[in-house]
Protein backbone atom coordinates (compact mmCIF):
# COMPACT_ATOMS: atom_id res chain seq x y z
CA UNK A 1 0.00 0.00 0.00
CA UNK A 2 1.50 3.37 -1.18
CA UNK A 3 1.86 5.58 2.04
CA UNK A 4 -0.58 8.37 0.85
CA UNK A 5 -2.94 5.36 0.54
CA UNK A 6 -2.66 4.70 3.80
CA UNK A 7 -2.64 8.06 5.06
CA UNK A 8 -6.00 8.78 3.89
CA UNK A 9 -7.52 5.34 4.63
CA UNK A 10 -6.48 5.81 8.07
CA UNK A 11 -8.96 8.64 8.62
CA UNK A 12 -11.83 6.38 8.90
CA UNK A 13 -10.53 5.26 12.03
CA UNK A 14 -9.43 8.48 13.08
CA UNK A 15 -12.10 9.90 16.26
CA UNK A 16 -10.35 11.98 18.72
CA UNK A 17 -11.11 15.49 19.59
CA UNK A 18 -10.36 17.58 16.78
CA UNK A 19 -10.00 20.44 18.65
CA UNK A 20 -7.11 19.15 20.43
CA UNK A 21 -5.67 17.36 17.05
CA UNK A 22 -2.31 17.96 17.54
CA UNK A 23 -1.75 17.37 21.06
CA UNK A 24 -3.60 14.41 21.01
CA UNK A 25 -1.83 12.87 18.04
CA UNK A 26 1.95 14.07 19.03
CA UNK A 27 1.17 12.40 22.27
CA UNK A 28 -0.06 9.38 20.80
CA UNK A 29 2.66 9.05 18.56
CA UNK A 30 5.33 9.31 21.84
CA UNK A 31 3.28 6.77 23.07
CA UNK A 32 2.80 4.02 20.98
CA UNK A 33 6.96 4.77 19.81
CA UNK A 34 7.33 4.05 23.89
CA UNK A 35 5.47 0.81 23.61
CA UNK A 36 7.86 -0.39 20.59
CA UNK A 37 10.56 0.67 22.67
CA UNK A 38 8.96 -1.43 26.07
CA UNK A 39 9.49 -4.25 23.96
CA UNK A 40 12.16 -4.12 22.61
CA UNK A 41 13.37 -3.17 26.53
CA UNK A 42 11.89 -6.21 27.57
CA UNK A 43 13.35 -8.48 25.43
CA UNK A 44 16.68 -7.04 26.14
CA UNK A 45 15.72 -7.63 29.84
CA UNK A 46 15.43 -11.45 28.80
CA UNK A 47 11.67 -11.31 29.35
CA UNK A 48 11.34 -13.25 25.88
CA UNK A 49 13.28 -15.61 24.21
CA UNK A 50 13.16 -14.06 20.91
CA UNK A 51 12.24 -10.62 19.75
CA UNK A 52 8.41 -10.03 19.37
CA UNK A 53 8.51 -9.59 16.03
CA UNK A 54 4.76 -9.99 15.56
CA UNK A 55 3.83 -7.61 18.75
CA UNK A 56 6.42 -4.81 17.18
CA UNK A 57 4.63 -5.17 13.89
CA UNK A 58 1.49 -4.09 15.94
CA UNK A 59 3.28 -1.37 18.10
CA UNK A 60 5.03 0.06 14.96
CA UNK A 61 1.36 -0.17 12.73
CA UNK A 62 0.17 2.59 15.96
CA UNK A 63 3.23 4.74 15.44
CA UNK A 64 2.03 4.66 11.46
CA UNK A 65 -1.26 5.51 12.21
CA UNK A 66 -0.61 8.87 14.16
CA UNK A 67 1.98 9.64 12.05
CA UNK A 68 -0.09 9.87 9.09
CA UNK A 69 -2.92 11.27 11.14
CA UNK A 70 -0.41 13.71 12.09
CA UNK A 71 0.76 14.48 8.36
CA UNK A 72 -3.28 14.55 7.54
CA UNK A 73 -4.44 17.46 9.95
CA UNK A 74 -1.38 19.17 8.90
CA UNK A 75 -2.19 18.80 5.30
CA UNK A 76 0.94 17.36 4.55
CA UNK A 77 1.30 14.27 2.27
CA UNK A 78 3.15 11.05 4.30
CA UNK A 79 4.70 10.48 0.53
CA UNK A 80 6.48 13.54 0.45
CA UNK A 81 7.81 13.32 3.73
CA UNK A 82 9.20 9.99 2.72
CA UNK A 83 10.87 11.35 -0.27
CA UNK A 84 12.75 14.49 1.20
CA UNK A 85 13.71 12.36 3.98
CA UNK A 86 15.50 10.15 1.69
CA UNK A 87 16.76 12.95 -0.42
CA UNK A 88 18.12 14.53 2.63
CA UNK A 89 19.88 11.57 3.74
CA UNK A 90 21.15 10.86 0.61
CA UNK A 91 22.62 14.50 0.60
CA UNK A 92 24.63 13.57 3.89
CA UNK A 93 25.82 10.12 2.89
CA UNK A 94 27.29 11.98 -0.53
CA UNK A 95 28.51 14.83 1.94
CA UNK A 96 29.92 12.23 4.65
CA UNK A 97 27.75 13.65 6.77
CA UNK A 98 25.37 10.76 7.69
CA UNK A 99 27.15 10.96 11.66
CA UNK A 100 27.00 13.75 13.49
CA UNK A 101 24.17 16.56 14.81
CA UNK A 102 22.26 19.35 13.81
CA UNK A 103 19.25 18.88 11.48
CA UNK A 104 20.98 20.77 8.42
CA UNK A 105 24.37 19.27 7.70
MG1 LIG B 1 -0.04 0.22 20.63
Known amino acids: MYMND ?14 KALEYL ?11 AGKVKKFLRGDYEVLPREDLEKEMGDVLWYLAQLHE ?8 SAYFNLKKLNARKQAGTLQ ?4 DR
Do not use: F, H, R, W
Open 6 to 19: YQEKTSETAIYPKD
Open 26 to 36: ALGLVSEAGEV
Open 73 to 80: VMGLAMGD
Open 100 to 103: GNGD
